[in-house]
């Protein structure tokens, strides 16, 4: 392990020095590394003063490191780690392996630790860019409680499927548990227009709201760390779906035409099934719509699942693709 004390304006610049030192061997020999910032956040003054509670934590690492490690100090009571041929994956194992030393620390303490992760050259090719997405994904590990790991994401998660597959509840709750921000598109379209949908489609007509949808939908698609809600005619248009996916993982919530009668036939204000027998409207939107929403990265069926297991579900298959850490 190499230890740099940096307190200073000069020492952030050593520690510059030697991050700019590891973007330029990783690209020579083509491999990633990660960047971790871990800060120590004391919920109770008079246990521990900042400085043991730091050289605990340079203690501890002792253990956890390897000589070619760069350590320093980030603050009063935080921890900056270049961690070389590491990817994201390996830095989440080193945060995770820090937290289970410090859990005697924690107990003794009222003390917690949140981590931020960012990895060359998934999340940047410039040491300052590298380390203001380490810092962005520490402050929301921070703003989550405390005692959490994060890594920066430069990618959207949208939920695409009819109307009552569950896109907004869900979304709030995924982008909640995964400390993203959550967008409904015809949230934005109402918001924008002073009006509800039903209302532009019954004074405008449904040509005039897809080309509102089209415009939100190419603004949200250049967002980052975001769960997108678009409509569920949106995926029509192959424009609206090659913005999506140029910075998204698409995923399909999908459910039966009894199940999303159940769901909305209590409800007044979705356009397309007025005027109509709306089961049958259903069923025939959902068989013209099939191959749009097939298209999507991952299919969930929430016929019989609650928002909860749908949300589960959604974290588990992007952890299977290596995107988090959580």
């Known amino acids: 392990m190499i230890l740099l004390n940096v307190r200073n304006m000069s020492d952030q610049d050593l520690f510059q020095g030697w991050l700019n030192g590891e973007i330029s061997r990783s690209i020579r020999y083509n491999h990633p590394f990660s960047l971790v910032i871990l800060e120590i956040n004391l919920k ?3 246990s ?12 501890m690492l002792k253990y956890t490191t390897r000589e070619s490690d760069v350590i320093s100090r980030f603050g009063d009571v935080g921890i900056m780690a270049i961690l070389p041929e590491t990817g994201k994956k390996g ?23 949140s981590a931020g992760i960012a990895s060359f050259p998934e999340d940047g090719k410039t040491s300052s860019l590298l380390y203001k997405k380490a810092c962005d994904a520490l402050q929301k590990a921070k703003e989550k409680g405390g005692n ?30 995964l400390g993203m921000g959550f967008v409904d598109i ?46 569920g005619g949106a995926i029509l248009n ?30 007044s204000h979705r356009p397309l099934l007025e005027n109509v027998s709306p089961y049958e409207q259903i069923k025939k939107l959902l068989r013209y719509r099939a191959p749009f929403y097939e298209a999507s990265d991952y299919t969930i069926d929430t016929s019989n699942l609650n928002i909860e297991e749908v949300v589960t579900k959604i974290i588990e ?10």
């Open 44 to 46: 109770e003054e008079g």
């Open 91 to 113: 830095g989440c194992v080193f945060a995770e392996r820090i937290r289970g030393l410090a859990k005697d620390l924690f107990d003794r303490a009222s003390i917690t630790l």
């Open 48 to 59: 521990f003063s900042k400085d043991e509670v730091f050289n605990e934590f340079i203690r």
């Open 238 to 267: 192959k424009d609206n779906m090659d913005a999506l996916r140029k910075n998204g993982i698409l995923i399909y919530l999908k459910a039966s035409a009894e199940v999303i009668f159940e769901r909305t036939c209590h409800t």
């Open 148 to 177: 959490e790991i994060m890594v920066s994401r430069d990618f959207n998660i949208v939920l695409i499927g009819f109307m009552g597959a569950g896109k907004t509840k869900v979304g709030t709750r995924l982008a909640e548990k």
């Open 186 to 231: 015809d949230d934005l379209i109402e918001t924008k227009a002073g009006m509800k949908i039903s209302q532009i489609f019954s004074e405008f007509g449904e040509s005039y709201f897809r080309d509102l949808e089209r415009k939100e939908v190419e603004h949200v698609s250049n967002l980052t760390n975001y769960v997108i809600s678009p409509g």
């Open 317 to 326: 298959y992007i952890k299977d693709r290596k995107l988090t850490c959580q």
